[in-house]
Nanobody, 122 residues
């Protein structure tokens, strides 16, 4: 399985932007669909965004559509989450995930990262 390490979290103000990165180990990264999830304190983990192995198809949760963009660089074994216009409801621990297809990664990912914290001050 692929090993995932997130980075890029931090404290920002509402309306600011932040880019998360997820670095994957192994030579099979380009065969995996990738996703981002988040979990706020006291809440269940929720789907944020996903991208196919080639990067040609993306999916987003309604709550982030138009503000967040998922992308990947298979040459760098990295997937990104560009977060713009951050809102007070966006703070959470953000997790990177891998799966064999975009459908699988949105529902039952095979691998998870350890998470990176995003805090938004209003």
């Amino acid at each position: 399985q692929v090993q995932l390490v997130e980075s890029g979290g931090g404290l920002v103000q509402a309306g600011d932007s932040l880019r998360l990165s997820c670095a994957a180990s192994g030579r099979t990264f380009s065969s995996y669909a990738m996703g981002w999830f988040r979990q706020a304190p006291g809440k269940e983990r929720e789907f944020v965004a996903a991208i196919t192995s080639s990067g040609s198809i993306t999916r987003y949760a309604d709550s982030v559509k138009g503000r967040f963009t998922i992308s990947r660089d298979n040459a760098k074994n990295t997937v990104y989450l560009q977060m713009n216009s951050l809102k007070p409801e966006d703070p959470a621990d953000y997790y990177c995930a891998a799966g064999k297809s975009i459908t699988i990664v949105t529902m039952t990912p095979l691998s998870w990262g350890q998470g990176t914290q995003v805090t938004v001050s209003s």
